[in-house]
């Protein structure tokens, strides 16, 4: 059985930094790309990072100054490294494995407030 799950969310200050992680069990995780999204109250689910099995990492133009994601194919694990972070990055953050089919984690809420 297929599992995938976040953790490292929470409370974090405007201009402060968090680490995501996604831990991945019962799967063949190096062949998958691996994705971030996150969704905020009422908005869409938005992808945020992605980085392919070789490890080629792309971003949206608005977070690529802001976000890391990077991964362990060894680990089954991967991360999501923000820093600055604004009100405007508050969501819920889930991790995404890609190839032949599509696997989603439980997410993780990150908050972004004073």
């Known amino acids: 059985q297929v599992q995938l799950v976040e953790s490292g969310g929470g409370l974090v200050q405007p201009g402060g930094s968090l680490t995501l992680s996604c831990a991945a069990s019962?799967?063949?995780?190096?062949?998958?790309?691996m994705a971030w999204y996150r969704q905020a109250p009422g908005q869409e689910r938005e992808m945020v990072a992605i980085?392919?099995?070789?490890?080629?990492?792309n971003y949206p133009d608005s977070m690529k100054d802001r976000f890391t994601i990077s991964r362990d194919n060894d680990k089954k694990m991967g991360w999501l490294q923000m820093k600055s972070l604004k009100p405007e990055d508050t969501g819920v953050y889930y991790c995404n494995l890609r190839w032949d089919q599509e696997y989603w984690g439980q997410g993780t809420q990150v908050t972004v407030s004073s």
């Open positions: 019962g799967i063949n995780f190096r062949v998958y790309a």
């Open positions: 980085i392919s099995s070789f490890g080629d990492a």
